[in-house]
């Protein structure tokens, strides 16, 4: 008998199961499709360079020219180091994977421009790396930055698995930062618990500090992707407003097509 009352449960839940893996290997096809395009669209050495001396000289003239300081208060504590650099290689990814779940079964009316939003975020940063590469600050140990990520994990930027994936001047706006604040203006917006909205925050804070830290962004880099994150959430769901609400109903064409049909016998 129980079994019976639960049959009835599973085969209204299929379905929804069935788009949850759909939607869930869309986000990973987009993140592939991201890391793809960063590899191919590798941008240019010497005005990479040049937009770095750019980004820095603009930076001392705004007085936001922090990541030495902050990487010395980072460097002093080689748990925080790691840490850091942990927030920075492996929660880039599963932490929007996992806002993404989270938004399309509790919010499942509102998941569209969530995936809206995404894929805005992605589109026009992946855009700016193609018009703006930017050699990040690890470039520069002769003006005292680190590279947390090789210096304590080995990592070897060359080897043939990473170079395909990689593009060293992809730096300005950053998408780790942008999609932390992504996450975070999410929670935000989705949900009235104000621990999830504390959790989206420190997340945030800790990635923006993971990326200067790890001497992989600069200041305004992270400005950048913060600015990328607010305007996509301020824009697209407008425009999706807009077009669902410019679109005719389904019952307003049927009616449409009833009519059409007494005027033509």
């Given at each position: 008998m129980r079994i019976t009352r639960l049959l009835p449960a599973w085969d209204e839940t299929q379905p929804r199961v069935r788009?949850?893996?759909f939607e869930l290997g869309l986000m990973v096809s987009l993140f592939s499709l991201y890391f793809v395009t960063r590899g191919i669209a590798a941008g240019r050495a010497y005005d990479a360079f040049q937009n770095a001396f750019l980004v820095m000289r603009l930076e001392s003239a705004l007085g936001l020219a922090i990541e030495q300081q902050l990487q010395r208060i980072v460097l002093a504590t080689p748990v925080l180091v790691?840490?850091?650099?942990?927030?920075y290689a492996f929660t880039h990814l599963w932490t929007v994977l996992l806002f993404g779940t989270w938004a399309f079964f509790r919010v499942p009316d509102r998941y569209r421009e969530v995936r809206a939003t995404f894929l805005a975020i992605?589109?026009?940063?992946?855009?700016?790396?193609?018009?703006?590469?930017?050699?990040?600050?690890?470039?520069?140990?002769w003006r005292g930055f680190v590279d947390t990520l090789a210096l304590m994990r080995?990592?070897?930027?060359?080897?043939p698995g990473i170079a395909t994936l990689y593009n060293p001047f992809a730096a300005m706006p950053s998408l780790h930062v942008a999609f932390a604040v992504f996450?975070?203006?999410?929670?935000?917006?989705?949900?009235?618990?104000?621990?999830?909205?504390?959790?989206?925050?420190?997340?945030?804070?800790?990635?923006?500090?993971?990326?200067?830290?790890?001497?992989?962004?600069?200041?305004?880099?992270?400005?950048?992707?913060?600015a990328l994150a607010a305007a996509a959430w301020a824009i697209v769901p407008r425009l999706l407003?807009?077009?669902?609400?410019?679109?005719?109903?389904?019952?307003?064409v049927a009616v449409a097509r009833s009519r059409f049909g007494q005027y033509r016998s």
């Open positions: 788009a949850a893996m790691t840490f850091l650099n942990g927030i992605l589109g026009a940063g992946l855009l700016s790396y193609t018009l703006f590469p930017l050699a990040p600050p690890r470039f520069f140990p080995g990592v070897n930027y060359d080897h996450v975070c203006l999410g929670l935000f917006r989705l949900s009235g618990n104000r621990l999830l909205h504390g959790v989206g925050m420190l997340y945030a804070a800790l990635m923006t500090l993971a990326v200067i830290g790890t001497g992989n962004h600069y200041v305004l880099d992270c400005l950048a992707g913060t407003g807009r077009s669902a609400r410019e679109a005719i109903p389904l019952p307003a």
